[in-house]
């Protein structure tokens, strides 16, 4: 596959500054001499052209994998029941980050698929937004997600979001070998076809994972977005050595088994920036004159703004995302076509673990969106998705060692959309930090009312959501010895609850680190992301 970046590993030369995301801003480090520079490079951009992402959806509907075509099913349903039930499930607003510009690819297949079901004579159609416990989506962003003649032409009344905490919205399914309960959505379970529309542009999406988390309810997720589960999950992006995958997998092929499952995926490309941000996914030592400009102006000038200003700026950015592949036809048998996709040329060899790892997550997240980036989150994502980016069961840095995340770590909780966030972070991990004695409270969120409606409002996550916010990152709580962060404002408040150790900037902590582990020499890494990439890391000899 083309690349637009080639991925590159260098060493920092003495004095150099690199680019790092900075919460809902952007600053210039200065990393220590000798630092191992890891850039995973941009792949060439996908198609864009509405009309020719028309015809490969078309020839992947007509040429599945492992099912009879889709009009062919359709002819079925309608000779077999007068009025069949089909449902069109998707997923939310957590996936593509930055939300990709108008149309979204989601829209574009829907709007193809509803017009086959109507040709065929199946009307009786439901939209179902794959939310589970995250935040429903908006009005607004049904419309972006699903198109406009489709969001006029059915929400309200039959374009809904997913309600994953009330029992009348849900069926049990039975158990798996594991004893693992398999409840799911109950119009879903109720349909003579369900159609899945699906996103991926990282490893960790896609497959069961679609309707085994976005379609069904606490009682099923709580069995694998528990502490013990991350704990020994060997990354995110490696679904057979991930123990959340296997037990999507478990419950996804037990609802396979009871519903007639339609799986269309596709794969997006690292566009992710509008032509005057793209010098972001650059690495700094290959930018323009021009490019840098850019880049000094955008650090410098994003500080004169204030925090509400910078998250509307952030936040107003959309992706040009193009598709890379798009398959369709049996859940399994797709998602292995997805991640032949995902790891091309996405893949980077890396010779040996480091000592000190540097991260620094962006506020473009998947439980941040149009909100502040808490100090919840920024361990979420530091130790949650960027720790997790590697392959082959070798993390990038060592056990024991040390991480630096990069960010001011601001005590801002948007209001009520993390609400639960923040009651959790003051009221549970102020008393019970660590992965051993915290899920003792999970029932009393889970089952909060005050909390819960806010959920079936709209405005935020479920109750219970905020633990899976910390032990989305048990497996690098668990694995990292020591945590720094860099670039706070003075307001320890955030680092303390995370147990976290403040320094002023990157050469500090570094020397903080060393001290730490009482190695002069230890040896550091900054993994720069965005680009995306996965780490297959060579260990030492």
Same mark, same amino acid.
């Given at each position: 596959?083309?690349?637009?970046?080639?991925?590159?590993?260098?060493?920092?030369?003495?004095?150099?500054?690199?680019?790092?995301?900075?919460?809902?801003?952007?600053?210039?480090?200065?990393?220590?001499?000798?630092?191992?520079?890891?850039?995973?490079?941009?792949?060439?951009?996908?198609?864009?052209?509405?009309?020719?992402?028309?015809?490969?959806?078309?020839?992947?509907?007509?040429?599945?994998?492992?099912?009879?075509?889709?009009?062919?099913?359709?002819?079925?349903?309608?000779?077999?029941?007068?009025?069949?039930?089909?449902?069109?499930?998707?997923?939310?607003?957590?996936?593509?980050?930055?939300?990709?510009?108008?149309?979204?690819?989601?829209?574009?297949?829907?709007?193809?698929?509803?017009?086959?079901?109507?040709?065929?004579?199946?009307?009786?159609?439901?939209?179902?937004?794959?939310?589970?416990?995250?935040?429903?989506?908006?009005?607004?962003?049904? =419309?972006?997600?699903?198109?406009?003649?489709?969001?006029?032409?059915?929400?309200?009344?039959?374009?809904?979001?997913?309600?994953?905490?009330?029992?009348?919205?849900? +069926?049990?399914?039975?158990? #798996?070998?594991?004893?693992?309960?398999?409840?799911?959505?109950?119009?879903?379970?109720?349909?003579?076809? &369900?159609?899945?529309?699906?996103?991926?542009?990282?490893?960790?999406?896609?497959?069961?994972?679609?309707?085994?988390?976005?379609?069904?309810?606490?009682?099923?997720?709580?069995?694998?977005?528990?502490?013990? #589960? &991350?704990?020994?999950? =060997?990354?995110?992006?490696?679904?057979?050595?991930?123990?959340?995958?296997?037990?999507?997998?478990?419950?996804?092929?037990?609802?396979?088994?009871?519903?007639?499952?339609?799986?269309?995926?596709?794969?997006?490309?690292?566009?992710?920036?509008?032509?005057?941000?793209?010098?972001?996914?650059?690495?700094?030592?290959?930018?323009?004159?021009?490019?840098?400009?850019?880049?000094?102006?955008?650090?410098?000038?994003? /500080?004169?703004?204030?925090?509400?200003?910078?998250?509307?700026?952030?936040?107003?950015?959309?992706?040009?995302?193009? &598709?890379?592949?798009?398959?369709?036809?049996?859940?399994?048998?797709?998602?292995?076509?997805?991640?032949?996709?995902?790891?091309?040329?996405?893949?980077?060899?890396?010779?040996?673990?480091?000592?000190?790892?540097?991260?620094?997550?962006?506020?473009?997240?998947?439980? #941040?969106?149009?909100?502040?980036?808490?100090?919840?989150?920024?361990?979420?994502?530091?130790?949650?998705?960027?720790?997790?980016?590697?392959?082959?069961?070798?993390?990038?840095?060592?056990?024991?060692?040390?991480?630096?995340?990069?960010?001011?770590?601001?005590? /801002?909780?948007?209001?009520?959309?993390?609400?639960?966030?923040?009651?959790?972070?003051?009221?549970?991990?102020?008393?019970?930090?660590?992965?051993?004695?915290?899920?003792?409270?999970?029932?009393?969120?889970?089952?909060?009312?005050?909390?819960? @409606?806010?959920? =079936?409002?709209?405005?935020?996550?479920?109750?219970?959501?905020?633990?899976?916010?910390?032990?989305?990152?048990?497996?690098?709580?668990?694995?990292?010895?020591?945590?720094?962060?860099?670039?706070? @404002?003075?307001?320890?408040?955030?680092?303390?609850?995370?147990?976290?150790?403040?320094?002023?900037?990157?050469?500090?902590?570094?020397?903080?680190? =060393?001290?730490?582990?009482?190695?002069?020499?230890?040896?550091?890494?900054?993994?720069?992301?965005?680009?995306?990439?996965?780490?297959? +890391?060579?260990? @030492?000899?």
């Amino acid at each position: 596959m083309a690349r637009k970046y080639e991925p590159q590993i260098l060493h920092a030369r003495k004095g150099e500054k690199f680019l790092f995301q900075f919460g809902e801003d952007m600053c210039l480090q200065e990393l220590p001499e000798g630092t191992r520079v890891i850039y995973p490079g941009v792949r060439a951009n996908g198609e864009r052209n509405r009309r020719r992402i028309e015809e490969r959806l078309l020839r992947a509907l007509d040429q599945p994998t492992g099912t009879p075509p889709l009009r062919e099913k359709l002819r079925r349903l309608r000779q077999a029941k007068p009025n069949p039930k089909v449902v069109f499930a998707f997923d939310d607003v957590s996936i593509p980050l930055p939300p990709m510009k108008s149309p979204d690819i989601r829209g574009i297949m829907m709007d193809q698929v509803e017009r086959l079901c109507i040709e065929e004579g199946v009307s009786d159609l439901e939209f179902i937004c794959s939310v589970a416990l995250h935040r429903p989506i908006r009005p607004d962003e049904f =419309r972006h997600i699903c198109g406009g003649r489709l969001y006029r032409k059915y929400y309200p009344g039959r374009m809904r979001n997913y309600n994953a905490i009330d029992p009348e919205d849900n +069926v049990h399914l039975g158990h #798996t070998e594991k004893g693992e309960d398999v409840e799911v959505c109950r119009s879903v379970a109720e349909a003579d076809l &369900l159609i899945y529309f699906n996103v991926n542009y990282v490893a960790m999406d896609g497959g069961y994972k679609s309707y085994a988390t976005g379609l069904v309810s606490y009682r099923s997720l709580r069995h694998n977005h528990d502490s013990h #589960t &991350l704990r020994h999950t =060997r990354s995110l992006y490696d679904p057979p050595r991930s123990l959340m995958h296997q037990s999507f997998t478990r419950i996804g092929k037990l609802i396979q088994k009871k519903i007639d499952i339609f799986h269309i995926e596709t794969v997006l490309d690292e566009n992710l920036f509008p032509w005057h941000l793209a010098w972001v996914q650059k690495i700094d030592r290959q930018m323009g004159l021009f490019e840098k400009l850019l880049m000094y102006s955008s650090v410098w000038g994003l /500080k004169l703004l204030p925090h509400w200003l910078r998250l509307k700026v952030f936040w107003a950015t959309r992706g040009p995302f193009g &598709l890379l592949a798009i398959n369709a036809g049996e859940t399994a048998a797709v998602h292995e076509k997805t991640l032949e996709v995902c790891y091309a040329d996405k893949i980077v060899e890396v010779d040996g673990q480091c000592d000190i790892l540097i991260l620094a997550p962006t506020c473009i997240g998947p439980y #941040t969106k149009d909100t502040y980036l808490n100090p919840l989150l920024v361990n979420t994502y530091a130790l949650g998705y960027y720790y997790n980016m590697y392959l082959d069961g070798v993390p990038l840095v060592r056990p024991g060692g040390a991480v630096i995340v990069v960010n001011p770590l601001a005590y /801002k909780w948007t209001e009520p959309t993390h609400t639960s966030y923040r009651e959790f972070f003051e009221q549970v991990l102020s008393s019970h930090r660590g992965l051993d004695e915290f899920e003792a409270f999970q029932e009393q969120f889970a089952k909060d009312q005050r909390l819960n @409606d806010l959920y =079936r409002q709209g405005l935020s996550p479920a109750g219970v959501h905020c633990f899976y916010m910390y032990t989305w990152a048990a497996h690098g709580m668990d694995q990292v010895g020591k945590v720094y962060a860099v670039g706070g @404002d003075g307001d320890r408040r955030g680092a303390e609850g995370l147990g976290w150790e403040c320094a002023a900037n990157v050469v500090e902590a570094v020397a903080a680190a =060393r001290r730490h582990l009482n190695d002069p020499a230890a040896s550091v890494s900054y993994f720069r992301c965005p680009p995306v990439g996965y780490l297959r +890391v060579k260990q @030492d000899a």
